[in-house]
Nanobody, 120 residues
Framework: EVQLEESGGGLVQTGESLRLSCEASGFTFSRADMKWIRQAPGKGLEWVSGINTIGDTTWYVPSVKGRFTISRDNDNNILYLQMNRLQSEDTALYFC?????????????RGQGTQVTVSS
């Protein structure tokens, strides 16, 4: 069974940092393009960032480029999202997902999400 489990969310103040993790199981992680998507309160899903299988190519939505860094550890089946200089607009439920690494669709499986709340 394909499973993705996010962690690392929390309540922080504007300008602070968080690192999200996504532990993968049930599939060959090293062969899967991965991405992070988010859903802000009252809004739809938004693609945030993606990474290819070997981790040498990444993509970002313009609003997070230069602040967020996606990475992966294929030895331990973990996807990361380092988030720096957080802003109130980053408040959302963050999901990791399999699928094409750029753009929201398509995606295959996603986790339950981890909540990030940025307080000003």
């Amino acid at each position: 069974e394909v499973q993705l489990e996010e962690s690392g969310g929390g309540l922080v103040q504007t300008g602070e940092s968080l690192r999200l993790s996504c532990e993968a199981s049930g599939f060959t992680f090293s062969r899967a393009d991965m991405k992070w998507i988010r859903q802000a309160p009252g809004k739809g899903l938004e693609w945030v960032s993606g990474i290819n299988t070997i981790g040498d190519t990444t993509w970002y939505v313009p609003s997070v480029k230069g602040r967020f860094t996606i990475s992966r550890d294929n030895d331990n089946n973990i996807l990361y999202l380092q988030m720096n200089r957080l802003q109130s607009e980053d408040t959302a439920l963050y999901f990791c997902a399999t699928g094409r690494p750029y753009g929201l669709y398509p995606w295959g499986t996603r986790g339950q999400g981890t909540q990030v709340t940025v307080s000003s």
